[in-house]
């Protein structure tokens, strides 16, 4: 079981707008294909834990690392509002990893952290 990035973020019309929706520019495992359209996505999920109770409230934790991608400044920060709107309501935001330019692309990055609580 993973977590529903996809779906929240195809549910998003404010995302779809700028990823499309057909198909979704969103990877899993952190990497698109190399001549992907921008802006797009990457999410991966480094780590996680479950959630074990013996009243039967189990769940399972995911850390999940959703990183936006475009070539422009302005591009990556509108992506960037966007996604963040589509998975708060499923997810809690725990941390901000990075804002940056890739030295070899030159591509914009703003990257966030997630905790995905499903439960079992």
């Not at 999920?45 to 109770?53: F, R, T, V």
């Not at 960037?80 to 940056?100: F, I, K, M, Q």
Request: overall charge negative; hydrophobic content about 50%; some cysteine.
């Amino acid at each position: 079981m993973l977590p529903p990035v996809f779906a929240a973020l195809k549910a998003s019309p404010a995302v779809t707008a700028l990823i499309g929706s057909s198909p979704l520019r969103a990877y899993r495992h952190g990497a698109a294909p190399q001549a992907v359209a921008r802006p797009y996505v990457t999410w991966s999920a480094p780590g996680g834990s479950p959630e074990n109770a013996f009243d039967g409230a189990c769940a399972d934790v995911f850390r999940v690392q959703v990183d936006c991608w475009s070539d422009t400044d302005a591009g990556v920060e509108a992506l960037a509002v966007a996604v963040r709107a589509a998975l708060e309501p499923s997810a809690h935001l725990v941390a901000y990893v990075a804002d940056e330019r890739d030295f070899e692309t030159q591509r914009f990055r703003i990257s966030f952290q997630f905790d995905w609580i499903l439960k079992r």
